[in-house]
């Protein structure tokens, strides 16, 4: 029989004995839960991840960078030959119509000028003679003096004395014209794009010296992905952006589309005519271009559920007791870890997001993951 001292020891034992019996019944009963909600799903099967995507209306949004540039881009030359004695411009530069750009030597053209004034005198003083040999020969026929040979000879002498004088007085305007090729002036004002010349450099005629992008209209030139012209807006209205400053805006129309692709770029030159250019879009100035298409209707899903059936897009389709199947769609967009689809799901359908490479038709899977498509 336990004395006194023993009734501690005999307590505590107790204790550690209901705890054990305590701690084993909730091992069993966890257990148990376990075992029940394990038998509650089929083993063996593919875990995936599923969404359930809502028809949105999307209008796309493709910003793209470009450039103003002028509407009008024209090559300045001399022409005639000749030494630059002058440069009157540099790149950047605006100039005004009638400003002068640049000057040649002067001295053999005006070498001809003075041999084209020379050439006249001389066709002047024949000329005079030859009429006062008419006039002389005339007078002799009338009282029958000279004969009908020397009265025709003088007619023909005073005709060519005429034509010489004709043909030395363009001689002459031509010399006169060619002198003033040797400034190089500019017939509308505008901004030097280019320059190619230096002084004491000898040019050709028709030769390109500047290049001058001419006052007036602009154009916000772009490089636009091909596929975007695949289907573009039918609005051909652009909103026009100056990237450094974006309260500066401008609207644009569509004017020209190069009908030649950039094989490196995958791009096509794309001009849009401004209706007003603000002060602040200055030649060069980056800006964004925004087209206005309408809104349409798709289902949005993530990437990753897209899957390939016969080389054409498709998607795993869920049904009630999460059986797979392969669905052909029609893509709308590619976006932004996202694609939208203009066909082949329904509303309240569901479409498997991870997983998609491991499946097969009629495959039963288990859904892990369980939500909407954003």
Not at 73 to 88: E, P
Not at 232 to 255: C, E, F, H, N
Request: glycine share 8%.
């Amino acid at each position: 029989m336990p004395t006194n001292d023993d009734e501690p020891r005999v307590l505590a034992m107790r204790r550690g004995a209901s705890l054990k019996v305590c701690m084993a019944s909730v091992a069993l009963a966890l257990l148990a839960n376990g075992a029940v909600r394990a038998a509650d799903q089929p083993t063996g099967l593919l875990r995936v991840a599923a969404a359930m995507p809502r028809r949105q209306y999307l209008v796309p949004d493709l910003p793209l960078t470009g450039t103003i540039q002028a509407r009008v881009l024209s090559n300045v030359a001399f022409q005639t030959s000749g030494r630059v004695t002058r440069r009157n411009v540099e790149v950047g530069q605006h100039v005004n119509a009638g400003d002068i750009l640049a000057l040649l030597d002067p001295t053999e053209l005006q070498a001809d000028l003075v041999s084209a004034e020379a050439a006249l005198n001389s066709a002047n003083a024949q000329l005079t003679e030859a009429q006062k040999n008419f006039d002389r020969q005339q007078s002799l026929l009338s009282s029958g003096s000279t004969t009908r040979e020397r009265f025709d000879q003088a007619v023909a002498a005073l005709r060519t004395g005429e034509a010489q004088v004709n043909s030395a007085q363009a001689a002459l305007n031509t010399a006169r014209e060619r002198l003033t090729y040797s400034e190089l002036t500019v017939g509308r004002g505008g901004v030097i794009v280019s320059r190619t010349i230096e002084v004491g450099q000898v040019v050709q005629s028709g030769q390109t010296v500047f290049g001058l992008a001419e006052d007036g209209p602009r154009d916000a030139v772009f490089q636009v992905p091909e596929v975007a012209l695949t289907k573009p807006p039918k609005d051909r209205t652009v909103d026009i952006t100056l990237q450094s400053r974006p309260g500066v805006t401008a609207v644009g129309s569509v004017r020209e589309i190069s009908p030649i692709l950039d094989q490196t770029t995958g791009t096509v030159t794309v001009k849009i005519g401004i209706e007003q250019t603000p002060p602040g879009m200055t030649l060069g100035s980056a800006v964004i271009g925004r087209a206005r298409w309408e809104s349409s209707p798709a289902f949005v899903i993530p990437w990753s559920a897209m899957f390939s059936a016969n080389g054409k897009p498709a998607v795993w389709v869920l049904d009630a007791v999460n059986t797979v199947s392969l669905r052909e769609v029609v893509v709308k967009d590619y976006l932004t870890g996202m694609v939208a689809l203009t066909d082949g799901l329904q509303e309240g359908e569901r479409v498997v997001t991870s997983g998609v490479q491991l499946l097969y038709p009629g495959q039963q899977v288990v859904v892990a993951v369980d939500g909407a498509a954003p």
